[in-house]
């Protein structure tokens, strides 16, 4: 009989919590955080098919929020208008009760690609979606 994986032990974003420089986000609904590789196909003498070596990589990531805070405003507009660039700690945890694991990861150096100051429509739930990237990161819990 083959084996099927247990559908409890699937994590539900539902559980997830982010944290900016400590501070628990609460208005965060979603977060995606990715590590990007970079490679180089290498010919090679002997085989059909070109290899491919890892040359780099970089982190990027999307936090999503409900528009509930000016969070992200106080932490960066006037930093922005002096022409300097803010720098953040994020950890992301997701501790689903179905599943014994937790998964909690660190990035550093998280810099927000944009700052929305404004985006809002009648009868529609304020959110904004905050992208970033980011120099290092740190599995904390796997």
Request: proline share 4%; aromatic share 6%.
């Amino acid at each position: 009989m083959p084996q099927v994986m247990d559908a409890s032990l699937v994590r539900s974003g539902s559980h997830g919590t982010c944290w900016l420089d400590g501070e628990l986000m609460t208005e965060c609904y979603g977060l995606q955080i990715v590590v990007n590789k970079t490679k180089e196909q290498v010919p090679r003498c002997g085989a059909f098919m070109a290899g491919n070596k890892l040359m780099s990589a970089n982190i990027t990531g999307t936090v999503r929020l409900y528009n509930a805070t000016s969070r992200l405003i106080e932490r960066q507009a006037e930093n922005l208008k002096a022409g300097r660039d803010s720098r953040f700690v994020i950890v992301s945890k997701l501790a689903d009760p179905d599943n014994p694991n937790i998964q909690r990861v660190q990035v550093t150096g998280v810099s927000f690609d944009n700052l929305t100051l404004a985006d809002w429509q009648a009868a529609q739930i304020g959110t904004i979606e905050a992208p970033f990237t980011a120099d290092d990161y740190t599995v904390l819990e796997s």
